[in-house]
């Protein structure tokens, strides 16, 4: 029998759904908001019911019945530090989704509507892999400042997905692979795959590895001390100097990595900062293999730069010598959060209790 799911991936502006029947997509729409309309809510989780009400006009206008849907599966969202996997809907984890333990963040609605509309026809609800996933082992938290330990937050959905996938391919459990999984999107993670778990990754967001298009990924310490008491800088902008304005962004004015391939074909500034890029990626794959202690069986490489070929020669040559590379280009995380639910649908794997 087959399973009918839907999904519900909300960003900032935006909220992106899909309906698949098991694996193959029936259709998806990303359903815009402008600013105008965000402006009016005070908090993220108040946009709620508004981003509700506009799925549910989407399904009338396409005569969609909601009761052939077997499963809701909603993108997690800043819960506490959690294991990876799929997690039930549960009333510690909605509430926890509406105080944004770790922060707020749009992506806190995607459990929250999940919930409220599995509901509404009798499904259970479901969130897959959020970006607080931490498996770290105990040694990896150590920074070298107590009051400071490293934390894991970054693109545990796509990691996570592109993973399972290379094992289903090669025909071997994911537990048994030693893998090290790099994204490269707006933000760059570089993780250690070892036993079924992320045992070591760069945080993506603001903390430490290479640098992104918007992100500065590590940055000497001393110097981003002096310029935080320089005088010169809010708390905001100093933190926007590090996610958003920071990176690729910082040095070139641009996000788009197909832009800087571009400009780095006839401008020197642009190819020094492209060449930086692959050699501070490369570096986080080689420490990640020490991790593994040199036992790699394959490195996979991922995200919407994956879609870049100088790119990925670019880091075969620095990290070739480790362990071949598989690319899995782009980021389907619509597909990636439907196959979580079905893994527990399925019986592969049981849900997690939060």
């Known amino acids: 029998m087959s399973i009918k799911s839907l999904i519900i991936n909300p960003g900032s502006t935006s909220t992106k ?8 997509l029936l259709f998806e729409e990303s359903l ?13 989780v108040d946009q709620k019911d508004f981003r509700k009400q506009i799925i549910l006009d989407l399904f009338a206008e396409k005569n969609f019945d ?24 549960t009333d510690a984890l909605l509430a926890d989704l509406k105080k944004g333990v770790q922060g707020q963040h749009a992506s806190n609605l ?21 970006v607080v ?22 693109h545990a959905l796509n990691q996570k997905a592109v993973a399972k996938r290379y094992a289903k391919e090669i025909g071997k459990p994911y537990n048994e692979l030693r893998l090290i999984v790099v994204h490269m999107g707006g933000g760059v993670s570089v993780g250690a795959h070892e036993g079924g778990k992320i045992v070591d990754v760069f945080n993506a967001l603001d903390g430490d590895g290479a640098f992104s298009p918007e992100r500065a990924g590590a940055v000497p310490s001393g110097a981003l001390i002096k310029m935080c008491f320089s005088g010169k800088y809010t708390e905001k902008e100093v933190y926007s100097k590090i996610v958003g304005k920071g990176g690729i962004n ?5 996000t788009d990595f197909r832009e800087v ?7 020197e500034k642009a190819a020094a900062v492209m060449e930086a890029f692959l050699y501070q990626v490369s570096k986080d794959i080689g420490a990640m293999s020490t991790v593994l202690k040199g036992k790699v069986d394959q490195i996979i490489v991922t995200g ?11 880091l075969k040559e620095r990290a070739g010598f480790i362990a071949p590379f598989t690319v899995y280009p782009g980021e389907d995380e619509l597909l990636a959060l439907t196959q979580g639910a079905l893994r527990v649908m399925n019986g592969e794997e049981k849900a997690m209790e939060y």
């Open 110 to 130: 995607g459990g929250i509507l999940a919930k409220e509309i599995a509901d509404t026809i009798g499904v259970p609800a479901y969130i897959v892999d959020p």
């Open 32 to 44: 815009r908001h402008s600013a105008e309309e965000i402006a009016q809510y005070a908090s993220i």
């Open 133 to 154: 996933v931490d498996e770290l082992a105990p040694v990896a938290r150590i920074s070298g400042v107590p009051e400071l330990p490293r934390v894991s937050i970054f």
């Open 66 to 89: 909601m009761k052939s849907l077997n499963v809701v599966v909603g993108r997690g969202g800043m819960l506490k530090p959690i294991p990876g996997g799929t997690y039930e809907v």
């Open 261 to 267: 391939r571009k400009m780095a074909e006839t401008d």
């Open 304 to 314: 919407g730069i994956a879609y870049n070929d100088v790119v990925i020669e670019g």
């Open 250 to 254: 910082a040095y070139l004015g641009t």
């Open 17 to 24: 759904i899909g309906v698949f029947e098991d694996e193959t």
